[in-house]
């Protein structure tokens, strides 16, 4: 049962504009929710973070927002730029029960030079 | 460049060979993982070790059979796999539950590039 749901396989967005990238969770007792970002041939690179403390966290052109009562959160990149364009998973885990993540099945994003 | 090395990059093996796919890390944690990824699919958790001991395993069949000599060293040993093991498997490592708990912070796990492993 796919407890973390990206419902968008893909993105197509032009340079310089705002890209959004979703994720709807199941489980209440989620409290940690990650971004990783994966190249072609390499392993998922970590992007941003947010605590369930927080609703939202921003890092330079990325900003994660959560909404805990919707259990969504999302990633906009901004301004966006061809090097963006990978594929993107979210992630979430109960923090006090172990090490086991739950990831997304994936976005592609294509950022359009 | 990623902080966690996976060896080989590339792993082609029959059906009856047996190998073993290697994980290090030198960034002091005492977590860590292997996940399997099919293409278009999200990696799926296969094994956690925390402290070198086995934490988690996901139901995985025992032609897999990980193994953590030490803090820094994760491996997967492989014998008689079938055609549909063939996959990425990635390793990752994140600091432990005590340094969490203790730091009351959250750490996101560090992944390596993978071993694409294909089986005749």
């Known amino acids: 049962d796919q407890q973390v749901k990206q419902n968008s396989p893909s993105l197509s967005v032009q340079e310089g504009r705002i890209s959004i990238l979703n994720c709807d969770y199941t489980n209440s007792m989620f409290d940690y929710f990650l971004w990783y970002k994966k190249y072609p041939a390499e392993g998922p690179t970590f992007l941003i973070s947010i605590s369930s403390i927080k609703d939202k966290n921003e890092d330079g052109r990325f900003t994660v927002f959560l909404n805990k009562s919707a259990k969504h959160l999302s990633l906009h990149i901004v301004p966006s730029q061809p090097g963006d364009s990978a594929v993107y998973f979210c992630a979430a885990s109960v923090r006090w029960t172990g090490n086991q993540f739950y990831f997304g099945t994936g976005t592609s994003l294509t950022v359009i030079p | 460049d990623t902080e966690v090395t996976q060896t080989p990059k590339h792993l082609v093996m029959g059906m009856t060979n047996k190998k073993s796919l290697k994980c290090e890390q030198h960034?002091?944690?005492?977590?860590m993982y292997w996940y399997k990824q099919k293409a278009k699919k999200p990696p799926e958790l296969m094994f956690v070790?925390?402290?070198?001991?086995?934490?988690i395993n996901e139901s995985v069949p025992s032609r897999f059979s990980p193994e953590c000599p030490n803090s820094s060293l994760l491996n997967l040993h492989l014998h008689a796999l079938q055609p549909e093991d063939s996959a990425l498997y990635l390793c990752a490592s994140s600091q432990g539950n005590l340094a969490i708990w203790r730091n009351n912070s959250n750490q996101p796990q560090h992944f390596g590039d993978g071993t694409r492993l294909s089986i005749l």
């Open positions: 070790y925390s402290y070198e001991k086995l934490s």
């Open positions: 960034m002091g944690h005492r977590a």
